[in-house]
């Protein structure tokens, strides 16, 4: 069992959860924690644990008691998938609504879980129903071991920043840094969604964690300010999607602080890999290395060239059996002692015949002057790649853009349009939505 109860005797009265308008300490969690297991206790069948993640403090306390009350907590949104495929995914569960109103559901699900499963995730699989990931006490707590040790400011810190949905797992790095380290948690208001710049600086973050695509759209509103103020975080981290070294560079000197990317599929526990960046070596059109194996993880490379994950940090599948070496698909290059990522080995595009992946499209217009990011977006005719749009932040003209594809692949491979947007949009994940 994850060291819930201990943590909540050693660091009691101070803060675990600052929401902006209010603050919740260790204590306060620990309260509600205890009030919702005791009513699990009393339903000793239902061994899973749906609850609704628009309240975070609602979830966290859901989350304490289930692992207190050794069930396993299923985040869930109906942004994400339907109800009903919970029910023929799970058995007997116990639901959460938005109220925090519990009740009993029967479903016809097959599934078992072990003693020690903390939380189940659900990805959207490639049948098109939900793929359920188990994740052990033993996952997390290698996990924590790893990170921590990779990264040992978290020791130190004080405030760290809380901007992913429970439905994400980067959200469950936070939390249990924060857990083990008794950290304060701070989750941005709506207001202050819309200019995290002041976020960051009124909370005095000491340890950053978003997606790049989050990164980029601050800094992208920084300079719709017009603002050369600096904005103060010793450590920033970034994962979920690839970290261009233009972004990298430009976080870097926005903030005065280090950089990290870690990377890791859900099925290996939040990340793997790591690496720290050498700010004064990185240039602008280089790659970003994704690093190397932290804790007790393993990597190898496939024939095929996807990078397998080994150790005491797989997880399993709901419905499946455990793998000695999981398989990221996701390609991977070795330079040296560390790891790049290349792109994914069934996400390649086919376009006029070209096979190409979108990292390396979206690498060509980053190196054009004047673009600050840029994300791919597919063209689809009956199914099939008919071209692509390019979407841009920065104020290249786009018949640069456009020349750099034609100079790069000549001109069978050139965007169909360049659209400019001040900021990506982005899903539960804090990934941008192309």
């Given at each position: 069992?994850?060291?819930?109860?201990?943590?909540?005797?050693?660091?009691?009265?101070?803060?675990?959860?600052?929401?902006?308008?209010?603050?919740?300490?260790?204590?306060?969690?620990?309260?509600?924690?205890?009030r919702?297991?005791?009513?699990?206790?009393?339903?000793?069948?239902?061994?899973?644990?749906?609850?609704?993640?628009?309240?975070?403090?609602?979830?966290?306390?859901?989350?304490?008691?289930?692992?207190?009350?050794?069930?396993?907590?299923?985040?869930?949104?109906?942004?994400?998938?339907?109800?009903?495929?919970?029910?023929?995914?799970?058995?007997?569960?116990?639901?959460?609504?938005?109220?925090?109103?519990?009740?009993?559901?029967?479903?016809?699900?097959?599934?078992?879980?072990?003693?020690?499963?903390?939380?189940?995730?659900?990805?959207?699989?490639?049948?098109?129903?939900?793929?359920?990931?188990?994740?052990?006490?033993?996952?997390?707590?290698?996990?924590?071991?790893?990170?921590?040790?990779?990264i040992?400011?978290?020791?130190?810190?004080?405030?760290?920043?809380?901007?992913?949905?429970?439905?994400?797992?980067?959200?469950?790095?936070?939390?249990?840094?924060?857990?083990?380290?008794?950290?304060?948690?701070?989750?941005?208001?709506?207001?202050?969604?819309?200019?995290?710049?002041?976020?960051?600086?009124?909370?005095?973050?000491d340890?950053?964690?978003?997606?790049?695509?989050?990164?980029?759209?601050?800094?992208?509103?920084?300079?719709?300010?017009?603002?050369?103020?600096?904005?103060?975080?010793?450590?920033?981290?970034?994962?979920?999607?690839?970290?261009?070294?233009?972004?990298?560079?430009?976080?870097?000197?926005?903030?005065r602080?280090?950089?990290?990317?870690?990377?890791?599929?859900?099925?290996?526990?939040?990340?793997?890999?790591?690496?720290?960046?050498?700010?004064e070596?990185?240039?602008?059109?280089?790659?970003?290395?994704?690093?190397?194996?932290?804790?007790?993880?393993?990597?190898?490379v496939?024939?095929?060239?996807?990078?397998?994950?080994?150790?005491?940090?797989?997880?399993?599948?709901?419905?499946?059996?455990?793998?000695?070496?999981?398989?990221?698909?996701?390609?991977?290059?070795?330079?040296?002692?560390?790891?790049?990522?290349?792109?994914?080995?069934?996400?390649?595009?086919?376009?006029?015949?070209?096979?190409?992946?979108?990292?390396?499209?979206?690498?060509?217009?980053?190196?054009?002057?004047?673009?600050?990011?840029?994300?791919?977006?597919?063209?689809?005719?009956?199914?099939?790649?008919?071209?692509?749009?390019?979407?841009?932040v920065?104020?290249?003209?786009?018949?640069?853009?456009?020349?750099?594809?034609?100079?790069?692949?000549?001109?069978?491979l050139?965007?169909?349009?360049?659209?400019?947007?001040?900021?990506?949009?982005?899903?539960?994940?804090?990934?941008?939505?192309?």
């Amino acid at each position: 069992m994850l060291p819930i109860a201990k943590s909540f005797e050693q660091f009691g009265n101070k803060v675990l959860l600052d929401l902006g308008t209010r603050q919740s300490t260790f204590s306060d969690i620990a309260d509600a924690a205890a009030r919702i297991a005791s009513h699990l206790e009393e339903m000793p069948d239902a061994s899973f644990v749906v609850c609704e993640c628009t309240d975070v403090e609602r979830y966290i306390s859901v989350f304490c008691a289930s692992v207190l009350a050794d069930r396993t907590i299923v985040p869930f949104s109906t942004q994400k998938f339907a109800f009903d495929d919970l029910k023929e995914l799970l058995p007997q569960f116990v639901y959460i609504d938005e109220q925090g109103k519990l009740s009993i559901h029967q479903g016809t699900g097959t599934a078992q879980r072990k003693q020690g499963d903390v939380y189940c995730l659900f990805t959207s699989g490639t049948t098109g129903k939900p793929k359920g990931i188990l994740v052990s006490t033993e996952n997390l707590d290698a996990y924590v071991e790893g990170i921590s040790g990779f990264i040992p400011e978290y020791k130190t810190a004080k405030n760290i920043s809380a901007v992913f949905s429970p439905l994400f797992d980067l959200f469950y790095h936070d939390l249990l840094l924060a857990m083990s380290f008794g950290l304060a948690l701070h989750v941005p208001t709506p207001r202050q969604r819309m200019t995290m710049a002041d976020f960051i600086s009124a909370r005095q973050i000491d340890i950053w964690f978003s997606t790049p695509t989050l990164a980029a759209n601050i800094l992208a509103a920084r300079a719709r300010a017009a603002t050369a103020e600096k904005v103060s975080i010793p450590l920033s981290l970034f994962c979920g999607e690839r970290l261009g070294a233009a972004l990298a560079l430009e976080w870097g000197e926005a903030t005065r602080g280090s950089v990290i990317n870690v990377y890791g599929p859900t099925e290996t526990t939040i990340s793997c890999t790591g690496e720290r960046l050498d700010m004064e070596t990185l240039e602008k059109d280089s790659d970003v290395s994704i690093g190397i194996p932290f804790g007790g993880n393993r990597a190898e490379v496939s024939d095929r060239g996807t990078l397998l994950i080994s150790g005491p940090q797989v997880a399993r599948y709901l419905h499946g059996s455990e793998v000695a070496f999981f398989d990221t698909k996701d390609l991977v290059e070795v330079r040296g002692d560390k790891y790049y990522f290349l792109g994914r080995a069934d996400g390649q595009l086919k376009i006029k015949g070209m096979r190409i992946e979108k990292e390396e499209l979206e690498r060509v217009a980053c190196a054009v002057p004047g673009v600050r990011y840029a994300k791919i977006q597919t063209i689809q005719n009956a199914g099939l790649v008919t071209g692509f749009n390019v979407l841009i932040v920065g104020d290249a003209p786009a018949r640069l853009v456009s020349d750099a594809y034609k100079q790069r692949y000549g001109a069978s491979l050139v965007p169909s349009g360049i659209q400019y947007v001040e900021e990506f949009e982005t899903g539960t994940s804090g990934k941008a939505k192309v």
